[in-house]
């Protein structure tokens, strides 16, 4: 559970290269309730009661040379520790009974691991994490949990945050992460508008992982508050100069207080098929060099 570790995606409750978890909802020097249920070809990982991997074993999985013995069998086990200290209060051990039927079912329901990308990348030891995933009608709390257990994709949430947006203020971001104590995500902060910087302060952003803003937002020349992905908002008289406007509003971006620059090279609609047209080398390289400049992750 060490954040500051090289290999930060292997947290408590993982099935090591097969489900990597890049959360812990338990901190070290902490005890916790770590709950194995082996039945048939499927495995299940809780925490606390809090189920985190939910995967089932195909009849062909997918292991690399050096996990091959990574698969459901037989005989002994016991408690191995790779790296620092564990502590063991107690085991208890419950044998099961299974019927063929019920593995049966199971296997019908497996992922086909030879077409799927996402064990190929555990079993590579890569972190898999979606960075930027927003809650809403069609991805609910509980979807987001069982999908994330079930296909193996870590989550990273992200509030849209900003005046406007679902999250307006200091209290309501407080209100948001009483709302997520022992969810199993990853918490990012997406920063709204240009006003995000003197909304929410110092301290409310630290309590995300990361923080993260695009450039998409911004006042134009003749003071239109304007959405680049909202046509009616988008007033252009001049393409080229409307593009430098573009360019100059992603430099200044880069001074806001946020880690990651997402949505880098968006264009509004009246201008998007002709990319290169308008994404020059030289409004490459300022983008580039402002982001060198301030240490900002693309």
């Given at each position: 559970?060490?954040?500051?570790?090289?290999?930060?995606?292997?947290?408590?409750?993982?099935?090591?290269?097969?489900?990597?978890?890049?959360?812990?909802?338990?901190?070290?020097?902490?005890?916790?309730?770590?709950?194995?249920?082996?039945?048939?070809?499927?495995?299940?990982?809780?925490?606390?009661?809090?189920?985190?991997?939910?995967?089932?074993?195909?009849?062909?999985?997918?292991?690399?040379?050096?996990?091959?013995?990574?698969?459901?069998?037989?005989?002994?086990?016991?408690?191995?520790?790779?790296?620092?200290?564990?502590?063991?209060?107690?085991?208890?051990?419950?044998?099961?009974k299974i019927e063929k039927t019920v593995i049966d079912?199971?296997?019908?329901?497996?992922?086909?691991?030879?077409?799927?990308?996402?064990?190929?990348?555990?079993?590579?030891?890569?972190?898999?994490?979606?960075?930027?995933?927003?809650?809403?009608?069609?991805?609910?709390?509980?979807?987001?949990?069982?999908?994330?257990?079930?296909?193996?994709?870590?989550?990273?949430?992200?509030?849209?945050?900003?005046?406007?947006?679902?999250?307006?203020?200091?209290?309501?971001?407080?209100?948001?992460?009483?709302?997520?104590?022992?969810?199993?995500?990853?918490?990012?902060?997406?920063?709204?508008?240009?006003?995000?910087?003197?909304?929410?302060?110092?301290?409310?952003?630290?309590?995300?992982?990361?923080?993260?803003t695009d450039a998409m937002t911004f006042t134009d020349?003749?003071g239109n508050r304007t959405r680049l992905w909202m046509?009616?908002?988008?007033?252009?008289?001049?393409?080229?100069?409307?593009?430098?406007?573009?360019?100059?509003?992603?430099?200044?971006?880069?001074?806001?207080?946020?880690?990651?620059?997402?949505?880098?090279?968006?264009?509004?609609?009246?201008?998007?098929?002709?990319?290169?047209?308008?994404?020059?080398?030289?409004?490459?390289?300022?983008?580039?060099?402002?982001?060198?400049?301030?240490?900002?992750?693309?």
């Amino acid at each position: 559970n060490d954040l500051d570790h090289q290999q930060w995606w292997t947290k408590t409750g993982s099935l090591l290269s097969v489900r990597n978890l890049t959360k812990s909802i338990v901190k070290n020097n902490e005890w916790f309730n770590l709950r194995i249920r082996v039945e048939g070809k499927k495995i299940e990982v809780a925490v606390n009661d809090e189920l985190l991997v939910d995967y089932i074993e195909p009849a062909q999985p997918y292991r690399t040379p050096e996990n091959r013995s990574q698969i459901l069998s037989g005989g002994t086990f016991c408690l191995q520790s790779t790296e620092g200290i564990v502590e063991v209060k107690f085991i208890e051990v419950t044998p099961l009974k299974i019927e063929k039927t019920v593995i049966d079912s199971q296997l019908v329901q497996a992922i086909d691991e030879s077409s799927d990308e996402i064990i190929k990348l555990h079993q590579a030891n890569f972190p898999v994490l979606d960075y930027h995933v927003h809650l809403k009608e069609d991805l609910t709390l509980e979807l987001a949990r069982s999908q994330s257990r079930k296909y193996g994709i870590n989550y990273a949430l992200a509030p849209n945050c900003g005046i406007g947006f679902p999250i307006q203020n200091d209290a309501q971001v407080l209100e948001y992460f009483n709302g997520m104590k022992g969810q199993p995500f990853v918490q990012a902060m997406q920063g709204e508008g240009r006003e995000w910087p003197a909304t929410f302060s110092k301290e409310v952003r630290d309590l995300f992982d990361y923080v993260f803003t695009d450039a998409m937002t911004f006042t134009d020349r003749k003071g239109n508050r304007t959405r680049l992905w909202m046509p009616d908002e988008v007033f252009i008289d001049d393409e080229q100069k409307y593009m430098d406007l573009i360019v100059e509003n992603i430099v200044k971006v880069m001074d806001e207080p946020m880690d990651v620059y997402v949505n880098p090279n968006f264009l509004p609609d009246a201008m998007n098929d002709r990319y290169d047209l308008f994404w020059t080398d030289e409004r490459q390289n300022k983008v580039i060099e402002a982001m060198v400049r301030t240490h900002k992750v693309l």
